[in-house]
Each structure stands twice: as C-alpha cells, then as structure tokens.
C-alpha cells in the first residue's frame, strides 16, 4: 500500500460532508414613525426649513432583526421585570423597617427634621433595600444620644417654665381679638418701648403672645407665663410684665412718651389721642 493510497478516502469524505446551510436573516422593515416615511422633517424656529429625518438618515423606512410583535413581547417583558424589581425591592425594605422599627421610626423622624447624616442612611436603605450592620449600629447610637438630649431638654424646660415669672395678657389678646373680628390681619401694640404681636394661629407657639424691641426678639408670654430670651434684660422682663398687666395704662404711657399711637405708630396731634396714647380708629378696631 503506497503512502497516496488512502488519499481517494480522504477527498471523498471532506466532499461528501453535509454542507452548513446558513440561515439568511429576515430583516423587517417599517415606515418612520418620526418623520412619517416622508425621510424630511421641520426644524427650526425663526427659519423654518426641512431637514433630513436623523432616525432613519432619510430614508423614510427603518429596519429590525425582528418583528413588531416580537418587539412587543420583549418590551412588555423588560417593564414586567422593572415593576418585579421595584416591588421586591420595596418588599425587601419594609421586612427591614417590620424587623428595625424603632431605627426605622428614628430615620424618618431625623430625616424630617433636616439631619443630613439620617438622610444619606435613609437614601442608602431606599437604594439597596437594607443597612449595613455598621450603618445600623449607627443608627442605635444616634437615636440613644438623641433620646438622651430630649430628656435634658424636658426637664430644662420644666425648671425654666417653673421659674418663669406668671403674668396674665388677657387683656391684650382681647384687643387682638377685636381688631381680627374689625379686619386687621396682623394686629399690633406698642406698649412700654415694645412691641407685642400674636403668634400664629397655625404655628408650634399658637396662643402665644411675641415680645420684640426694634428687631431685637426679647420672649413670648404663653400660658400666663413670660419666657424671656437671654437678651432681656432683669429691667426690661420686669416693665414687659407691667405693660402686659396693664396695656391700657402702657398704651398711654407710650403715647405720652413718642406722642404716637400705641397701635400703628402713627404721629398723634390730637390732645385726646395723645392723652390715651392712641388714635381714634385704631382705639375702635381694638375695643379701646
């Protein structure tokens, strides 16, 4: 047997393999919906003209691998997948607020209140579903602080509310009364060199009454008590507590002293209104 005997063997096999049949593909052609198989579209604003349409180089028509109702399914599948997502993501987060309630109920109340280091936490448990065991850890030893302070701050202010002087403005929340039911929105005294205001009514102080000198903030009377701010002197805590006592008497006091009116501060000519320390008007819209 010579070295070319099986060489005929050979040729015959690679020729007589099967032949790979290639698979043409199917391309699946539509109209642009962009420019609606017209390939131009309108562009510009003060020059108006037409351009080539950019989706489909104007050619009117775009081609796919696959078929409109192919591309269907695929896209309802992905938006199917998204809301999966987004609901096993959520699930995943309330199991951990379920299992860290009081942690939970700490970040959202920290977060609320503008506390940037509860808001980076609470943006990362939104974003990965849970915190680390540090991040947790985290979160006890600043909710335990936290409730320490609240407990100082309690009883600071029960001993400042016990050492409060007491004072009654029942008067002067008589004339803001009157003036509201007389149409004045933001009623006003000036009594003594101050200047008393109502606090509002949706406000964390409602029912309180404002104290102020110029721009100067001096306290708030609330609850039949006066809680003067370290810039209140002894001196004008105690003529604050007068005028509030009586504002009347404070009312005169003011006009006589800047011959203006105790309510809008207006210049007084009248003798009479200068005697009562305020105007005629004003002396109506407050009862006075």
């Not at 509310?161 to 029942?170: I, L, Y």
């Not at 101050?194 to 609330?222: C, D, H, R």
């Not at 001196?235 to 006091?253: F, G, N, Q, T, Y």
């Amino acid at each position: 047997m010579g070295a070319f005997d099986d060489m005929k063997d050979d040729l015959d096999a690679i020729f007589n393999a099967p032949v790979a049949v290639v698979k043409e593909t199917v391309w699946f052609e539509e109209k642009c919906k962009k420019c609606d198989g017209k390939g131009k579209v309108t562009i510009g604003w003060t020059f108006v003209r037409l351009a080539s349409c950019f989706a489909c180089s104007g050619t009117g028509k775009l081609t796919f691998k696959t078929s409109p109702e192919q591309r269907a399914r695929a896209k309802a599948s992905t938006e199917t997948r998204k809301v999966k997502a987004v609901e096993d993501k959520a699930a995943q987060i309330q199991a951990w607020r379920d299992e860290n309630k009081a942690e939970a109920a700490w970040l959202d109340e920290a977060a609320g209140r503008g506390f940037e280091f509860a808001a980076s936490l609470s943006a990362a448990l939104t974003k990965f579903g849970s915190l680390t065991e540090k991040q947790l850890a985290a979160v006890r030893k600043c909710a335990v602080a936290d409730g320490e302070r609240k407990v100082k701050w309690a009883a600071e202010k029960a001993q400042a509310t016990a050492a409060a002087p007491t004072v009654s403005v029942e008067a002067i929340e008589v004339a803001f009364a009157k003036a509201k039911d007389s149409g004045i929105r933001y009623p006003r005294l000036r009594l003594d060199d101050f200047v008393f205001t109502p606090a509002p009514a949706t406000g964390k102080n409602a029912g309180a009454v404002y104290i102020k000198s110029g721009e100067q903030y001096l306290g708030k009377i609330m609850g039949g008590k006066l809680f003067a701010t370290r810039e209140c002197t002894q001196d004008a805590s105690e003529r604050i507590l007068a005028a509030s006592s009586d504002p009347h008497k404070a009312a005169v006091a003011y006009g006589q002293k800047f011959g203006s009116c105790a309510v809008c501060g207006r210049e007084l000519t009248d003798h009479t209104s200068i005697e009562r320390g305020i105007g005629p008007i004003c002396a109506e819209k407050y009862g006075w």
